[in-house]
């Protein structure tokens, strides 16, 4: 099957370019209270009042994070959830519901948000722990305009495949915020059928994983010809693992638990850089 060619809108924004977080709410009253939180962070607001609204932008440019209420016009914040959360180019962005139903958890199925805000007093503060969370607390300015976005100069292509649906979003999480374009699935088949349809400019493939595993899915992709970096992923030591990795394909060996700075410098360390900061004249 032919590789899609990659497209201006797939790239991540590079530094300098503001961060956009989209709120979808029926009015504008939740967007100016969590406006009044992003400003302080340099983080652009985009609204969108319905949930046809919202796919659209989240699929023109993709928002560092996405804030929704419960209840919209037509299909609820739910919806737009599954949406999200189900689709593997986009279940990396967070993405906070925001309600005044304190039993909104009740109605949760397969598909959840990362954070759930109740409407209250506590709102403000709620709102601000969440982008704390994704690293997104740092003030930035002309001088450190590459933070919290060090793959964006990278313009990366990333696929994570992992079958743990709370790594998924912890790592997916990371590298969406860091300013990778991530994709996620689940499995080994899986992998490999995202490789047949994209390219991408590093992998990063759970050991152990339901129906192939990577070991298996990391054979089969190079005895394909394909030549992208593969950092191993796994729960196990490093050291016992590190020789049969090398031997099946992978790059390297990255253990579980891992951080979003050892994450990233792992990712600098194999993908190519394709944008350079521009130094000012002295």
């Known amino acids: 099957m032919p590789k899609k060619k990659r497209t201006p809108e797939n790239n991540a924004e590079g530094p300098g370019k ?12 939740l967007c100016q209270v969590i406006n009044s939180v992003a400003s302080r962070i ?85 709102i601000g722990r969440f982008f ?22 990278y313009k990366s292509r990333i696929l994570l495949a992992e079958d743990s649906q709370c790594v998924q979003r912890l790592l997916g999480r990371f590298l969406h915020v860091a300013g990778a374009d991530v994709t996620v699935v689940g499995t080994g088949i899986a ?27 990391t054979m089969r992709l190079r005895d394909n010809g394909v030549t992208t970096p593969i950092i191993a992923l796994t729960a196990h030591s490093h050291e016992k693992l590190s020789t049969q990795a090398i031997q099946v394909g992978f790059n390297e060996v990255l253990s579980k638990p891992v951080d979003r700075f050892t994450l990233v410098d792992m990712c600098k360390k194999y993908l190519p850089l394709r944008s350079k900061p521009v130094v000012a004249a002295t």
């Open 18 to 29: 503001s961060l956009t977080a989209l709120v979808v709410d029926p009015s504008h009253v």
């Open 132 to 153: 704390t969370s994704l690293g997104l607390n740092i003030q930035r300015n002309t001088q450190d305009n590459n933070i919290p976005l060090p793959l964006a100069d």
């Open 191 to 217: 992998a490999l059928e995202a490789v047949e349809e994209s390219t991408f400019d590093l992998i990063l493939m759970d050991i152990e994983m339901p129906e192939m595993d990577g070991r298996m899915a």
């Open 42 to 126: 340099n983080i652009r607001i985009e609204h969108a009042k319905n949930v046809g609204d919202a796919i659209n932008l989240i699929c023109k440019s993709k928002p560092v994070a996405i804030l929704t209420s419960l209840e919209l016009e037509g299909l609820s914040g739910l919806s737009l959830v599954a949406a999200i959360k189900s689709c593997p180019r986009h279940r990396a962005i967070p993405i906070a519901l925001v309600t005044g139903n304190p039993k909104a958890e009740s109605l949760f199925d397969q598909y959840q948000p990362d954070t759930v805000i109740a409407k209250s007093r506590d709102m403000t503060k709620a």
